[in-house]
């Protein structure tokens, strides 16, 4: 089985800053792509950040050039540094990732959510 537990979340102000972090731990054969969601009230969740294990990023369009996402796959943990906050960041930031199992099957894995609130 895998965990993620998520940190950084928090409250700032426009043009601020925060950094988010997620470690994984558990069983795990492969860590696969490993990323970052977002859901804020009333709109679906959709898809910040990615990093694979090759290192290959990939970011939505709302948030490119503002937000940073970044993997050490050694300790298993994926960062998510953003820049120039606006109020419509605001949302629970999830931390996401594909793993294989020592099972051997491909697994989806959540975390908790950390809430990221943006004051304008």
């Known amino acids: 089985q895998v965990q993620l537990v998520e940190s950084g979340g928090g409250l700032v102000q426009a043009g601020g800053s925060l950094r988010l972090s997620c470690a994984a731990s558990?069983?795990?054969?492969?860590?696969?792509?490993m990323g970052w969601y977002r859901q804020a009230p009333g709109e679906q969740r959709e898809l910040v950040a990615v990093?694979?294990?090759?290192?290959?990023?990939n970011y939505a369009d709302s948030v490119k050039g503002r937000f940073t996402v970044s993997r050490n796959n050694r300790w298993m943990t994926v960062s998510l540094q953003m820049n120039n906050l606006k109020p419509e960041d605001t949302a629970v930031y999830y931390c996401?990732?594909?793993?294989?199992?020592?099972?051997?099957?491909?697994?989806?894995?959540w975390g908790q959510g950390t809430q990221v609130t943006v004051s304008s």
């Open positions: 558990g069983i795990i054969y492969t860590l696969n792509d």
């Open positions: 996401n990732a594909i793993a294989t199992t020592s099972l051997g099957e491909n697994r989806d894995f």
């Open positions: 990093a694979t294990s090759e290192g290959i990023t």
